[in-house]
């Protein structure tokens, strides 16, 4: 079993920058992939972001790519998602999200998940 639990969102104006953190409990969890996923207001979840388990595979959504980063540090039992050159369209709740195996970004292939962090990105 792994909980997750996320942290740092926030409100930021257009052009800012945040950095979400998901803690993860289980000594294990260096063994799963990590991912983010996040849910505006009337939409489906989608995927955000997703690390393989070591760090070493990265996958991002194309809307973020260049503008979002996704770490982790397995010593800390942690993954990061650092967003920088937010616009309003960012304007979600982040899901941290974990799963054994390859990098995903599938929602369904996700076993856990975190009960989300708020990111309101203002004109």
């Known amino acids: 079993q792994v909980q997750l639990v996320e942290s740092g969102g926030g409100l930021v104006q257009a052009g800012g920058s945040l950095r979400l953190s998901c803690a993860a409990s289980g000594r294990t969890f260096s063994t799963y992939v990590g991912g983010w996923f996040r849910q505006a207001p009337g939409k489906e979840r989608e995927f955000v972001a997703a690390?393989?388990?070591?760090?070493?595979?990265?996958y991002y959504t194309d809307s973020v790519k260049g503008r979002f980063t996704i770490a982790r540090d397995n010593a800390k039992n942690m993954v990061y998602l650092q967003m920088n050159s937010l616009q309003p369209e960012d304007t979600a709740d982040y899901y941290c999200?974990?799963?054994?195996?390859?990098?995903?970004?599938?929602?369904?292939?996700?076993?856990?998940w975190g009960q989300g962090a708020q990111v309101t990105v203002s004109p």
């Open positions: 999200a974990a799963k054994f195996g390859i990098v995903s970004n599938q929602l369904s292939d996700y076993d856990y």
């Open positions: 690390i393989s388990s070591r760090g070493g595979v990265t």
